[in-house]
């Protein structure tokens, strides 16, 4: 049977992986434990786990999909931005954290500025990250059933594709559901390191073998369009001068530009204010070593990105030299960039390599799930369940709502995904990177807007006024990404808000920072009131 290794390989990971999430269930029965580990876990292990969640099944197939479709390494610049909003995490937020010992990273916007500001940035996270975490959640089983439409049936119709991605979504859920529920966050961080182990061995194969069937080195620097590494930025020709420049770099996705402003605010949002992100941070022992964990793992995303750009360009190569004619197409019948690479997984890898790739692809999506799990049924309890229904008086009660809390969001994720299959099947040309940082772009600016207000000032910002400004914030960045024409024509309601021609349409890493600028400086007109000023200086 000429699939049998790779099914074999599977099953030792699905194996592995199980056995080490129920491994950790007695050291779990804590609320402390379920959701920090007892802040006890080694800093290499936070690494590993925070990798583990940016290293999503997104970026295993959208990054390639980004390479096969520009033939270029205009995404790597996002890095720069991604290291330096680091190093202000580190030094600022962290700190904070810890010195108040949050559970929820949004209880220190309770001691900071009042209750209802805690609720409102709790329930923009529990929003935005079920949606985000959702339309991942889906990207993996674009493998299995591509599987099906490559080896069984190639004729599959939207509707039958649809159920096919359902069936994936509920297996991989559940079985992730089974760990995380007993296991806790020690669970989804020791499964994170093998799963991050396995990743960057599939990605290393998946390059070596790519390398050693297109020409080597030198097919992919032939490859390459220009702008190669660094993108500028070009006019909007339509609006010549400074301002049709600015107009054209804030309507372009990868340029320098982006890196150095857009995508600092886009990490400081994620790694600052997401308590999905955060939480695995809280687990190092302390501070320094939480902040050793984060900042090496923005050292690590460069090769990591650089690997899977590459297997990008070499997909193209591959294609060129070798014509598929049932590679899959968009709507426009050009290959969809989204399904070349797993694809290329199925078709044309040999036994054992193939069953290894695809465990990669499931251990990004086993790792980026639990953790959502985690953290959304952290801050769920935390700072809305246990107020509405009180705390319960045990260690064992609290534990019993998490694990309550882990399933109830496991079945919302599974309808969000399915609802992702869905608008995919029937738009295949969807890109898979821009829909899931787009997400977060349209509210993860107010977000951080309040956390900055609350960290770099003392007497700024109240529960009245943050409200307002996150309010303010969201309704700017979707109208300058053109939400309101996307809503108005799902609707058929027309071409939405009129604008004139001179305002841009933000790309997707501009977003954050023009929410964060609009509700940050809405937020500091407001005065925090006398009795939490004694709280103001945080750090």
């Known amino acids: 049977m000429p699939h049998l290794l790779d099914a074999l390989v599977i099953l030792g990971y699905f194996a592995l992986i199980i056995g080490i999430g129920l491994s950790q269930r007695s050291k779990s029965g804590s609320m402390e434990g379920f959701t920090l580990g007892d802040r006890q876990i080694a800093w290499w292990a936070v690494l590993a786990s925070i990798l583990a969640a940016e290293i999503s099944a997104g970026t295993f197939f959208g990054a390639p999909g980004e390479g096969y479709a520009l033939r270029n390494f205009t995404y790597i610049q996002l890095m720069a931005g991604y290291l330096l909003a680091r190093v202000v995490v580190s030094a600022v937020f962290i700190p904070a954290y810890y010195k108040h010992n949050v559970v929820s990273v949004y209880e220190f916007l309770e001691v900071r500025f009042g209750p209802k500001t805690r609720r409102r940035a709790s329930a923009i996270f529990l929003v935005t990250r079920l949606l ?5 959640l889906w990207v993996p089983t674009v493998l299995l059933v591509l599987a099906w439409k490559v080896f069984i049936n190639p004729q599959t119709t939207p509707m039958q594709e649809f159920w096919l991605y359902a069936a994936a979504l509920v297996g991989i859920t559940v079985l992730t559901s089974i760990y995380t529920t007993l296991g806790g966050i020690r669970a989804v961080i020791w499964t994170d390191v093998i799963q991050v182990v396995i990743l960057f061995s599939a990605l290393g194969f998946g390059l070596w073998h790519l390398l ?3 020409g080597g080195w030198a097919a992919l620097q032939g490859a390459i369009q220009e702008p190669a590494f660094v993108d500028w930025g070009r006019p909007d020709p339509a609006h010549p001068g400074a301002w049709g420049w600015i107009k054209g770099v804030l309507e372009t996705e990868y340029t320098v ?3 150095f402003l857009g995508s600092t605010f886009v990490t400081l949002a994620t790694h600052g204010t997401d308590q999905d992100m955060v ?3 809280l687990t190092a022992k302390d501070k320094s070593q939480s902040a050793k964990a984060t900042i ?9 990105n650089l690997m899977v750009l590459s297997i990008g360009i070499l997909l193209f190569v591959f294609y060129q030299q070798h014509p598929e004619i049932l590679l899959p197409k968009n709507a426009v019948g050009k290959p969809d960039s989204s399904q070349v690479f797993p694809f290329f997984i199925l078709t044309s890898m040999p036994s054992g390599l193939r069953g290894l790739v695809i465990a990669g692809v499931l251990a990004t999506a086993m790792g980026s799930l639990s953790t959502a799990l985690n953290s959304l049924a952290t801050s769920y309890v935390r700072d809305f369940h246990f107020r509405w229904f009180g705390e319960p008086d045990t260690e064992k009660g609290k534990v019993r709502v998490l694990r309550l809390g882990t399933v109830l969001f496991a079945i919302f994720l599974i309808s969000v995904a399915l609802g992702t299959a869905w608008v995919k099947a029937h738009n295949p040309s969807l890109r898979i ?5 787009g997400i977060f772009g349209y509210t993860y600016g107010s977000l951080l807007g309040v956390f900055m207000v609350g960290l770099f000032t003392k007497g700024r910002g109240n529960d009245l006024g943050n409200g307002i400004a996150m309010l303010a914030g969201f309704i700017v960045v979707g109208y300058l990404s053109g939400l309101d024409k996307g809503l108005a024509s799902t609707l058929g309601l027309g071409d ?3 604008r004139p021609a001179w305002v841009p349409e933000i790309e997707f890493p501009w977003r954050i920072l023009f929410g964060t600028v609009v509700t940050f400086s809405i937020a500091m007109l407001f005065r925090t009131p006398e009795e939490k000023l004694g709280h103001a200086n945080v750090r």
Not at 296 to 304: H, M, N, R, T, Y
Not at 433 to 437: A, D, F, G, N, S
Request: aromatic letters at 6%.
């Open 212 to 214: 050693g069937h297109t």
């Open 132 to 136: 985000a975490s959702g339309s991942r």
């Open 279 to 281: 939480q695995r941070m």
């Open 496 to 498: 939405g808000f009129s």
């Open 433 to 437: 990177i821009p829909i899931i940082l």
């Open 296 to 304: 090496l793992s923005g050292l690590a995303d460069i090769p990591v």
């Open 257 to 259: 530009w982006a890196a």
